[in-house]
């Protein structure tokens, strides 16, 4: 709890810079934010952020670039000599949580619909043996085809039926041209 105390007790001139570093360690400019984080803890001796800083951030860094002081390592080394994986393994079970699983999603399950029975309702009688052949091609549809040709013979494209078919109000005589050719 101490460690939390003295990090979070740090002055407010130094904010900006460590979200400056933050900012660093986000665009993976770990050089820079080790600079940062080295000046701030030249200021304040006491402050394990900026040291936890200096650390983390040179653990990214390639060997060449590392530089660190005893200090930095006594502190460490002090803390770590005295844990006992052991202990830390017996006392603690370990759980896994994977975050990347996709939770099981509950499909429902379809249910089959029952078709329409397409038989016939009196099945009395032998089917048409054209069932099975173009409409076109049958011989009641050439039947039906050719009145309807008929109907409209000499009439204007989209008639269909004559002019004395057609529904009147009173006495009407008229004749069209077509219809006198």
Known sequence: MYFFKSALMTSASDQ??????KYLEDQN????????YKQLYSKNKEDKL??????YNQSFLSENYIELPREYVDVVVRDVRFIDAE?????YKVTFHFED???PVKTKVKKNKKRRNKKPKNPTGNPDPE???HKYERTIYKKQAKRRKDA???LTQGSTATVASKPTTGTITATSNALKR
């Open 16 to 21: 900006p810079f460590k979200l400056g570093c």
């Open 29 to 36: 400019k770990h050089k820079e934010a080790v600079e940062i």
């Open 50 to 55: 900026a040291q936890l800083g200096i650390l």
């Open 87 to 91: 202990e830390l393994e017996a006392d």
């Open 101 to 103: 699983q996709a939770k």
């Open 131 to 133: 069932r099975w052949l």
């Open 152 to 154: 409209t013979k000499g």
